[in-house]
């Protein structure tokens, strides 16, 4: 078992920035690739990012690139989203979630825990 907890939502202006970390415990960090996610209201889970298991291979929802930057520090256990830029429409829960898969995956049915999310709320 993997346990996530998330943090560093909050409420923030168009333009603004937010740094998400993700805490994990229970099995060795470095075993899992992880991934954010997010989920608006009335609206289905969507991938955000990706990073591999060493930290050397990420990839990005189309919607996010060149604003949001993950990363990870294994000796911390934590997983970090820096998301910059925000406009309203990154309005959302934002989850992170591990897999054991040994490639990152933006499909959310290949990840095998989630945290319980943070709320990111940007206004206008």
């Known amino acids: 078992q993997v346990q996530l907890v998330e943090s560093g939502g909050g409420l923030v202006q168009t333009g603004g920035s937010l740094r998400l970390s993700c805490a994990a415990s229970g099995r060795t960090f470095s075993n899992y690739a992880m991934g954010w996610f997010r989920q608006a209201p009335g609206k289905e889970r969507e991938f955000v990012a990706a990073?591999?298991?060493?930290?050397?291979?990420?990839n990005y929802a189309d919607s996010v690139k060149g604003r949001f930057t993950i990363s990870r520090d294994n000796a911390k256990n934590t997983v970090y989203l820096q998301t910059n830029s925000l406009k309203p429409e990154d309005t959302a829960v934002y989850y992170c979630a591990a897999t054991t898969r040994v490639l990152t995956t933006i499909m959310g049915r290949d990840y095998d825990y989630w945290g319980q999310g943070t709320q990111v709320t940007v206004s206008s």
């Open positions: 990073i591999s298991r060493s930290g050397y291979s990420m």
